[in-house]
Protein backbone atom coordinates (compact mmCIF):
# COMPACT_ATOMS: atom_id res chain seq x y z
CA UNK A 1 0.00 0.00 0.00
CA UNK A 2 1.60 3.39 -0.83
CA UNK A 3 1.25 6.50 1.07
CA UNK A 4 0.52 10.01 -0.79
CA UNK A 5 -0.16 13.43 1.22
CA UNK A 6 -1.54 16.58 -0.22
CA UNK A 7 -2.12 19.92 0.70
CA UNK A 8 -4.58 22.97 -0.44
CA UNK A 9 -5.91 26.31 1.04
CA UNK A 10 -9.03 27.48 1.76
CA UNK A 11 -10.11 30.87 1.17
CA UNK A 12 -9.43 32.90 4.45
CA UNK A 13 -12.67 33.43 5.39
CA UNK A 14 -14.11 32.09 8.95
CA UNK A 15 -17.61 31.74 7.74
CA UNK A 16 -16.18 29.44 4.66
CA UNK A 17 -14.18 27.40 6.50
CA UNK A 18 -16.97 26.49 9.26
CA UNK A 19 -18.86 25.88 6.07
CA UNK A 20 -16.38 23.82 4.59
CA UNK A 21 -15.66 21.60 7.92
CA UNK A 22 -19.64 20.65 8.09
CA UNK A 23 -19.27 19.37 4.17
CA UNK A 24 -16.60 17.06 5.50
CA UNK A 25 -18.28 16.13 8.30
CA UNK A 26 -21.45 14.79 6.21
CA UNK A 27 -19.57 13.95 2.45
CA UNK A 28 -22.19 13.05 0.29
CA UNK A 29 -22.58 8.61 -0.09
CA UNK A 30 -21.40 9.29 -4.26
CA UNK A 31 -18.38 10.89 -3.27
CA UNK A 32 -17.14 8.18 -0.57
CA UNK A 33 -18.11 5.35 -3.24
CA UNK A 34 -16.22 7.06 -5.62
CA UNK A 35 -12.78 7.12 -3.66
CA UNK A 36 -13.23 3.57 -2.90
CA UNK A 37 -13.73 2.41 -6.43
CA UNK A 38 -10.55 4.70 -7.47
CA UNK A 39 -8.49 2.70 -5.33
CA UNK A 40 -8.15 5.21 -1.94
CA UNK A 41 -8.48 2.82 0.84
CA UNK A 42 -8.21 5.58 3.73
CA UNK A 43 -7.84 9.26 3.60
CA UNK A 44 -7.52 11.70 6.22
CA UNK A 45 -7.79 15.24 6.35
CA UNK A 46 -6.25 18.04 8.69
CA UNK A 47 -6.52 21.84 8.79
CA UNK A 48 -4.64 24.47 10.68
CA UNK A 49 -6.60 27.82 9.66
CA UNK A 50 -7.28 27.94 6.14
CA UNK A 51 -4.27 25.12 5.25
CA UNK A 52 -5.48 21.94 4.41
CA UNK A 53 -3.95 18.61 4.43
CA UNK A 54 -4.12 15.13 3.28
CA UNK A 55 -3.38 11.47 3.69
CA UNK A 56 -4.23 8.99 1.49
CA UNK A 57 -3.30 5.53 1.52
CA UNK A 58 -3.87 3.71 -1.68
CA UNK A 59 -3.89 0.35 -3.50
CA UNK A 60 -1.16 -0.95 -5.45
CA UNK A 61 -3.50 -0.01 -8.82
CA UNK A 62 -4.46 3.49 -7.55
CA UNK A 63 -2.96 6.31 -10.01
CA UNK A 64 -4.28 9.69 -10.02
CA UNK A 65 -4.93 10.12 -13.70
CA UNK A 66 -7.21 7.01 -12.80
CA UNK A 67 -9.25 8.83 -10.17
CA UNK A 68 -9.12 11.90 -12.50
CA UNK A 69 -11.11 9.92 -15.85
CA UNK A 70 -13.42 8.42 -13.51
CA UNK A 71 -13.99 11.45 -11.28
CA UNK A 72 -14.59 13.17 -14.80
CA UNK A 73 -17.45 10.68 -15.55
CA UNK A 74 -19.16 11.06 -11.86
CA UNK A 75 -21.69 13.94 -12.12
CA UNK A 76 -21.92 14.32 -8.46
CA UNK A 77 -18.21 13.80 -7.96
CA UNK A 78 -18.45 16.93 -10.19
CA UNK A 79 -20.90 18.68 -8.68
CA UNK A 80 -19.21 18.32 -5.11
CA UNK A 81 -15.57 19.45 -6.89
CA UNK A 82 -17.38 22.74 -8.25
CA UNK A 83 -19.01 23.25 -4.87
CA UNK A 84 -15.98 22.79 -3.07
CA UNK A 85 -14.30 24.93 -5.14
CA UNK A 86 -16.25 27.96 -3.54
CA UNK A 87 -14.30 27.42 -0.60
CA UNK A 88 -10.82 26.23 -1.57
CA UNK A 89 -8.09 28.20 -2.91
CA UNK A 90 -4.96 27.21 -4.80
CA UNK A 91 -1.93 27.28 -3.05
CA UNK A 92 0.53 29.97 -4.27
CA UNK A 93 2.78 28.02 -6.26
CA UNK A 94 0.26 25.09 -7.55
CA UNK A 95 0.05 24.83 -11.43
CA UNK A 96 -2.85 26.83 -13.31
CA UNK A 97 -6.16 24.42 -12.57
CA UNK A 98 -4.03 22.38 -9.98
CA UNK A 99 -5.79 22.04 -6.40
CA UNK A 100 -4.79 19.42 -4.75
CA UNK A 101 -0.92 19.48 -4.37
CA UNK A 102 1.27 16.38 -4.01
CA UNK A 103 3.46 16.80 -1.33
CA UNK A 104 7.40 15.60 -1.09
CA UNK A 105 8.46 13.05 2.02
CA UNK A 106 11.74 14.85 3.09
CA UNK A 107 11.56 12.83 6.19
CA UNK A 108 10.87 9.21 7.37
CA UNK A 109 11.97 7.49 11.09
Request: hydrophobic share 40%.
Amino acid sequence: MKKHCLALDLKEDPKLIEAYDRYHREVWPEVLESLTTSGIEHMEIYRIENRLFMIIEVSDDFSFDKKANLDADNAKVQEWEILMWKFQQALPFAKPGEKWVLMEKIFEH
